[in-house]
């Protein structure tokens, strides 16, 4: 499993939309749907606001580790 597929997943599980998502990150849908289909890459601010966001982490969203 790569980041993607996990940022998608731990949408999916909160039942968010990538708009809902977007709006913390304080960025478009457009953009943050690019983190998701790997479009973009994820940057570091980003990645440790949704790791503070989703309560997991870092580690766990880049798929280093299997527990949140």
Known sequence: MNY???LYDLRIDNDLTQEEV???L???KQNYGRYEN???????DDLIALSKFYNVSTDYILCLKDQP
């Not at 790997?38 to 570091?44: D, F, P, T």
């Open 38 to 44: 790997g479009k973009r890459k994820l940057n570091i």
């Open 22 to 24: 977007a709006r913390v």
């Open 26 to 28: 304080n960025t478009t």
């Open 4 to 6: 993607t597929k996990r």
